[in-house]
């Protein structure tokens, strides 16, 4: 799957609130690439999963909160690839949802750490003992395993090389290239890969100002060529209201895009209100990523996907 370039397919938006803004908006449905391998997730993954696969004594490790699409996507990978899995998810109690139960039915073990703890993921000492600590506790799955730590979100150079491939994706000439921003490296990989005419605009998801300029700084991107509008966050990640809901499914109905409100029920919020405010020149064309995370939960699906 990851060795063949994916039929890409851009649409052009025709929502009500925007269609006389003198501006033209596309999509690049990312979300169509495969059923649970889709989005920026995917396009992280691409250059993950051969250094994965290089060591056939490989286990991952990686993280996410309780609904993460990283999670889903690295179980699935899992299961078609045929590398073991352990996802460190974000948050004292042991709970249950359709993702987390879908990752476990690909393989993926999961282990509960707290909030505090989970803030020092990266942390190399930190890995270290957590390392120590799920070798005592799942020998049988650790033993002669090498481990290969995939960051939250798949944020890595690796994932940074299939980002920066996104702008090639676009077969339109587009002024703006927008996408909802998590830890930022999807954002940086776009801006590093655009021309130098075009500007990334990024939707954060959560609060997180100072995060996002550090990520960006970290990733090398092109500080010129990008704006950051973090007043579309709804509180923080996850957050919602009605306002928010009610346009996810008023957006849904009138493009026949699926939209969560997550992530790109946010951009696609903040991308119109953004239009209608007449932040855009006249005539701009501006294409947004839709970068997946709209899953049908089918539990048998697990059970059909191709093992490696």
């Known amino acids: 799957m990851f060795e063949s370039v994916p039929t890409t397919i851009i649409q052009e938006i025709r929502y009500p609130p925007i269609i006389n803004s003198g501006v033209q908006l596309f999509v690049l449905r990312d979300d169509l690439i495969h059923p649970f391998l889709n989005g920026n997730k995917w396009r992280k993954l691409k250059y993950n999963i051969p250094l994965i696969k290089e060591n056939h004594s490989t286990l991952v490790i990686t993280f996410g909160g309780a609904w993460s699409n990283h999670l889903v996507a690295t179980a699935a990978a899992g299961k078609m690839y045929g590398f073991p899995s352990i996802g460190i998810v974000r948050g004292d109690e042991a709970v249950s949802n359709d993702a987390l139960q879908f990752a ?169 209100q953004l239009i209608q405010g007449g932040h855009f020149p006249h005539g701009s064309v501006i294409t947004a990523v839709h970068t997946g995370g709209i899953f049908d939960f089918n539990q048998e699906f697990s059970r059909r996907l191709p093992s490696g």
């Open 104 to 272: 476990q039915e690909c393989g993926m073990t999961l282990h509960f750490i707290s909030r505090e703890k989970y803030r020092e993921r990266n942390i190399p000492e930190f890995q270290w003992q957590l390392e120590k600590e799920l070798r005592q506790i799942h020998p049988e799955l650790l033993e002669e395993k090498f481990v290969y730590w995939l960051p939250e979100g798949g944020a890595n150079q690796a994932a940074l090389k299939g980002c920066e491939e996104i702008p090639l994706a676009i077969s339109i000439d587009s002024n703006f290239i927008c996408c909802a921003c998590g830890t930022g490296s999807t954002l940086a990989g776009i801006a590093r890969g655009m021309k130098k005419h075009q500007v990334a605009i990024g939707i954060p998801v959560l609060n997180a100002e100072t995060y996002f300029n550090e990520s960006l700084i970290h990733w090398e991107a092109p500080l010129s060529q990008i704006e950051l509008h973090h007043q579309f966050t709804f509180g923080g990640y996850a957050k919602k209201n009605k306002l928010l809901t009610d346009f996810c499914e008023h957006f849904s109905k009138h493009t026949t895009i699926p939209v969560e409100p997550v992530y790109t029920g946010k951009m696609f919020y903040g991308l119109t």
